[in-house]
């Protein structure tokens, strides 16, 4: 399993504007400006704006117009799960289609290999809901508290 560009990039904006957010809270500004955000993470604007759109919808950023305008998060970082982010870029996080709907395969009853998938589907979920931003810019995960 493999997650897309737009996962990772929306991790990564999320990040970004979380740590942005804490530092700029000081000067009393609340939006981060799309280019700034852009030219820290390496991403060209134009892809940036694409990513916005479904984190705005999904109610995980805010934007305002103008000049005192950009992004900010639309809930506190430790409201904010790595499932929702993933989930949203790439629905549900599920390791075989039975998982999902079990009339998809006429054997899914009785096939032994379903409880493993539907178990790790399963397991994977929770430890994605389990983590937050707020946890992921915490000194515990970058000691690797979430390795496996």
Not at 36 to 61: D, F, G, H, W
């Amino acid at each position: 399993m493999k997650f897309s560009t737009r996962t990772r990039y929306g991790l990564r904006i999320l990040l970004q504007i979380a740590m942005d957010s804490a530092e700029k809270e000081k000067e009393k500004k609340k939006f981060i400006r799309g280019k700034e955000i852009s030219r820290k993470q390496n991403i060209t604007e134009p892809y940036l704006e694409q990513i916005m759109i479904p984190l705005k919808n999904a109610r995980l950023v805010k934007t305002a117009r103008g000049c005192f305008g950009g992004y900010t998060l639309a809930k506190k970082p430790a409201d904010i799960k790595l499932l929702d982010i993933v989930e949203l870029f790439e629905g549900p996080i599920v390791l075989a289609d039975c998982v999902e709907d079990e009339d998809s395969c006429p054997v899914s009853s009785a096939c032994r290999a379903h409880p493993v998938w539907k178990g790790l589907s399963s397991k994977i979920r929770s430890m994605m809901d389990s983590i937050t931003l707020r946890d992921i810019l915490s000194k515990e995960h970058r000691r690797g508290e979430y390795a496996i």
